[in-house]
């Protein structure tokens, strides 16, 4: 039995239009938390999601081996391939603009805040995100098996092993917390495991970023 429903979800995104970043994410989850209390967890950092050539990054509030709650986006644009899954994905954009387009599609379907995109299992989508553009994924299914789409290119091709690992480790906390939610007896074993995965993804987090040295500090030596 699915925990959330679509359409809830979606709401709670149409809450947040209008307001600025990052504001908007934290409303939508506070939104979502109305309707399901106890259920998300604030506190998982921002990760990069490097998948089907579009690079994003996601923050992520609920996750289970069936379902998951996430924004997503990114500031400056991407586009790829959405992935053919055995999951179902709805995605309500909040910020910016999408466009997407479909096997035998010969226009583009444009979608704004507000709008609302589903992609099916076994169905696929070409993406651009143009400028950039930020929307809430609810996605049910079997969720595991879609995680070789979503690393795959982290491990070959961008030898992101941090970010790698990172993606288990969340995934791995949210899932204790999910099951630890349902079958209170598993508690004593999903804690410590949640505990430790979110130690992990915590401990991983990139520095602050460097800003260039001025060419007047730096000095030479002979």
Same mark, same amino acid.
């Given at each position: 039995? *699915?925990? +959330?429903?679509?359409?809830? @979800? ?9 307001? *600025? ?12 938390? @109305?309707?399901? *209390? &106890?259920?998300? &967890?604030? $506190?998982?950092?921002?990760?990069? $999601? ?16 069936? /379902? ?6 990114? *500031? ?5 391939? $959405? ?7 709805? #995605? ?18 444009? =979608?704004?805040?507000? #709008?609302?995109? =589903? ?11 143009? %400028?950039?553009?930020?929307?809430? /994924? ?10 070789? +789409?979503?690393?795959? /290119?982290?491990? +070959?091709?961008? @030898? &992101? ?9 969340? =995934?791995? #906390? ?42 007047? %500090? ?5």
């Amino acid at each position: 039995m *699915p925990k +959330f429903d679509p359409e809830i @979800v979606h709401k709670c995104a149409l809450a947040c239009l209008g307001k *600025p970043k990052p504001q908007m994410f934290d409303d939508f989850a506070k939104a979502l938390a @109305v309707y399901y *209390p &106890d259920t998300l &967890d604030f $506190s998982q950092p921002w990760i990069y $999601s490097i998948a089907g050539g579009a690079m994003i990054q996601m923050k992520l509030y609920y996750a289970s081996t069936s /379902e998951y709650i996430m924004i997503w986006g990114t *500031p400056i644009g991407s586009e790829g391939h $959405s992935g053919r899954h055995f999951t179902g994905f709805w #995605d309500t954009v909040i910020d910016g603009e999408t466009w997407y387009y479909a096997e035998g599609q010969f226009e583009k379907t444009v =979608y704004k805040p507000g #709008d609302r995109i =589903y992609v099916g299992p076994g169905q696929a989508r070409a993406m651009n995100f143009t %400028n950039g553009v930020w929307a809430v /994924e609810y996605a049910r299914g079997y969720i595991p098996a879609s995680m070789p +789409f979503g690393v795959a /290119e982290e491990i +070959f091709i961008c @030898v &992101d092993y941090l970010t790698v690992v990172q993606t288990f480790s969340l =995934y791995t #906390d949210l899932i204790m917390q999910a099951w630890g939610q349902k079958v209170k007896i598993l508690q004593p074993v999903t804690k410590p495991v949640s505990w430790v995965s979110h130690k992990i993804t915590r401990t991983l987090e990139p520095a602050p970023e460097v800003k260039e040295i001025p060419k007047k %500090n730096i000095r030479w030596f002979k």
